[in-house]
């Protein structure tokens, strides 16, 4: 009697279940379209990456923005790309532009987000909704958020800023982080222009067991066309593995056999920074200079990525015993133990990968005639085929005090926090920022630049997935 007693609690706590949250195609036409409604080509680019962590991480990458605007090169940064806590941060900034900061601390960072989660482990409810699977859907987080900061905006609206901007999620069936782009939404017969920004985050921070999968359905009624580069690195040994992943995830959601249904949780769960996203533009872009495009590439003089890591030191209590980890400590364990290595892999191929970029731009930029420059870039005025200077920097809690070290490591991953411990994540980043190598590079090289002649106003245009640039 007690153990049918306990399999009928057992059955009414089952995990929350999300329904699909994408819609199908509309007119046959998948992945919708991206919208530029002003593009400044000049010759400084900024890309910044914000790492998982909950609303610490959220308050780290905020407080790199903010000691980016003391600094005047807000007006560069033409890419956020944002995982779990930071992919808050990268959706705000990229919806509301530099003029959303002065608002970001107190409409959300200091805020109660889980004002509408299931998240106290000694209920026995909410413990075996997540064992089950998850214990809370995607309503609750993504509902605050719309309530918030996103108020019910789009990926169209997100796209008028200008900033490009990447959420970043995990495929877990395909073991391979999911970018929430026109391209990925092609292969799934879907329009991104109408899905809420806020869905997007919501599986960006998907932690397992605290939420449920967040659910995609893989549509099949649609006019699609795989990529040239899917095509190419189908048959190319020398294809990355990372964009070999990509293509093979793709193609799954194309095979109703194989994917009727896409599973999405953290992106911390593949990559805790996101800059996978970028090993994959260039390693697609099948040209010396892709991602950026010609005209971009002759007028590019500096460039700096910039990673956010508020990643916090481990407790490793347990190991000063013989008995552990066990239970959920052990599942945290494996879990953390995954993201990190998945974590130091993916930003160690990005900077690899920008390295070789950078060695192929200035190898194309050279073999220009002069004639081809002057054309895209509208001048020979000051022309250096290699003047093109790239850094690429880890912000983090290293270089800190060990005093604030140790503050910042028991501020823990919630979506939750005090407001001290918020203000000390802000003030942790902007200290951070100016104390790193790279970053001190890159302002030191742009004192050193002279301006680009030539540079220009692009008038709007309609960008579809398969374009580059």
Same mark, same amino acid.
């Given at each position: 009697?007690?153990?049918?007693?306990?399999?009928?609690?057992?059955?009414?706590?089952?995990?929350?279940?999300?329904?699909?949250?994408?819609?199908?195609?509309?007119?046959?036409?998948?992945?919708?379209?991206?919208?530029?409604?002003?593009?400044?080509?000049?010759?400084?680019?900024?890309?910044?990456?914000?790492?998982?962590?909950?609303?610490?991480?959220?308050?780290?990458?905020?407080?790199?923005?903010?000691?980016?605007?003391?600094?005047?090169?807000?007006?560069?940064?033409?890419?956020?790309?944002?995982?779990?806590?930071?992919?808050?941060?990268?959706?705000?900034?990229?919806?509301?532009?530099?003029?959303?900061?002065?608002?970001?601390?107190?409409? $959300?960072?200091?805020? &109660?987000?889980? !004002?509408?989660?299931? @998240? /106290? =482990?000694?209920?026995? *409810?909410? +413990?075996?909704?997540?064992?089950?699977?998850?214990?809370?859907?995607?309503?609750?987080?993504?509902?605050?958020?719309?309530?918030?900061?996103?108020?019910?905006?789009?990926?169209?609206?997100?796209?008028?800023?200008?900033?490009?901007?990447?959420?970043?999620?995990?495929?877990?069936?395909?073991?391979?982080?999911?970018?929430?782009?026109?391209?990925?939404?092609?292969?799934?017969?879907?329009?991104?222009?109408?899905?809420?920004?806020?869905?997007?985050?919501?599986?960006?921070?998907?932690?397992?067991?605290?939420?449920?999968?967040?659910?995609?359905?893989?549509?099949?009624?649609?006019? $699609?066309?795989?990529? &040239?580069?899917? !095509?190419?690195?189908? @048959? /190319? =040994?020398?294809?990355? *593995?990372? +964009?070999?992943?990509?293509?093979?995830?793709?193609?799954?959601?194309?095979?109703?056999?194989?994917?009727?249904?896409?599973?999405?949780?953290?992106?911390?769960?593949?990559?805790?920074?996101?800059?996978?996203?970028?090993?994959?533009?260039?390693?697609?872009?099948?040209?010396?200079?892709?991602?950026?495009?010609?005209?971009?590439?002759?007028?590019?003089?500096?460039?700096?990525?910039?990673?956010?890591?508020?990643?916090?030191?481990?407790?490793?209590?347990?190991?000063?015993?013989?008995?552990?980890?066990?239970?959920?400590?052990?599942?945290?364990?494996?879990?953390?133990?995954?993201?990190?290595?998945?974590?130091?892999?993916?930003?160690?191929?990005?900077?690899?990968?920008?390295?070789?970029?950078?060695?192929?731009?200035?190898?194309?930029?050279?073999?220009?005639?002069?004639?081809?420059?002057?054309?895209?870039?509208?001048?020979?005025?000051?022309?250096?085929?290699?003047?093109?200077?790239?850094?690429?920097?880890?912000?983090?809690?290293?270089?800190?005090?060990?005093?604030?070290?140790?503050?910042?490591?028991?501020?823990?991953?919630?979506?939750?926090?005090?407001?001290?411990?918020?203000?000390?994540?802000?003030?942790?980043?902007?200290?951070?920022?100016?104390?790193?190598?790279?970053?001190?590079?890159?302002?030191?090289?742009?004192?050193?630049?002279?301006?680009?002649?030539?540079?220009?106003?692009?008038?709007?245009?309609?960008?579809?997935?398969?374009?580059?640039?």
């Amino acid at each position: 009697m007690a153990a049918l007693g306990a399999g009928m609690f057992i059955a009414g706590c089952s995990a929350a279940v999300n329904e699909p949250i994408n819609a199908a195609s509309k007119d046959g036409t998948p992945g919708g379209t991206v919208t530029q409604t002003r593009y400044v080509v000049d010759d400084v680019f900024i890309g910044l990456a914000f790492s998982g962590g909950g609303t610490r991480a959220s308050s780290f990458s905020y407080g790199m923005l903010e000691e980016l605007r003391a600094k005047g090169l807000l007006k560069y940064v033409r890419l956020v790309s944002g995982v779990s806590g930071g992919s808050v941060t990268a959706a705000y900034y990229g919806l509301r532009g530099p003029k959303g900061l002065d608002t970001y601390r107190d409409t $959300y960072l200091v805020k &109660d987000a889980e !004002t509408y989660m299931a @998240n /106290n =482990p000694a209920n026995p *409810s909410v +413990l075996i909704k997540g064992i089950s699977g998850g214990a809370n859907n995607r309503t609750t987080f993504a509902r605050f958020l719309d309530e918030t900061i996103l108020k019910n905006a789009t990926f169209a609206d997100l796209q008028k800023s200008g900033i490009e901007t990447w959420i970043n999620a995990s495929d877990v069936a395909n073991n391979t982080p999911f970018l929430f782009s026109p391209e990925t939404f092609a292969a799934l017969c879907s329009d991104l222009d109408s899905l809420p920004l806020s869905e997007a985050v919501a599986a960006s921070a998907a932690f397992p067991l605290v939420f449920s999968p967040i659910v995609l359905e893989s549509h099949q009624d649609c006019d $699609y066309r795989e990529p &040239d580069w899917l !095509t190419s690195a189908r @048959n /190319n =040994p020398e294809a990355t *593995s990372a +964009l070999r992943a990509y293509g093979r995830a793709l193609e799954s959601y194309r095979d109703p056999e194989k994917v009727r249904y896409v599973k999405l949780l953290d992106g911390a769960v593949t990559d805790n920074f996101g800059t996978t996203g970028l090993s994959v533009a260039r390693a697609k872009s099948q040209n010396d200079f892709g991602p950026l495009t010609a005209k971009q590439a002759v007028q590019m003089r500096r460039m700096m990525f910039l990673v956010a890591n508020a990643g916090v030191q481990q407790d490793y209590a347990w190991t000063q015993k013989i008995e552990g980890p066990g239970g959920v400590e052990l599942a945290m364990s494996i879990a953390n133990s995954s993201m990190g290595a998945a974590t130091r892999v993916g930003f160690d191929v990005m900077r690899l990968s920008l390295d070789r970029w950078h060695n192929d731009l200035v190898d194309w930029r050279c073999g220009l005639s002069l004639p081809e420059v002057q054309k895209l870039r509208g001048s020979l005025d000051g022309w250096d085929c290699q003047d093109v200077k790239l850094f690429v920097g880890e912000v983090n809690f290293d270089p800190l005090p060990k005093d604030m070290r140790d503050k910042l490591d028991e501020i823990p991953t919630r979506l939750r926090l005090p407001e001290e411990q918020v203000d000390l994540a802000i003030a942790a980043a902007r200290q951070s920022t100016r104390l790193n190598a790279e970053f001190n590079g890159f302002l030191r090289s742009l004192k050193s630049a002279e301006p680009v002649s030539g540079a220009r106003e692009i008038k709007p245009r309609q960008i579809t997935p398969d374009q580059n640039g």
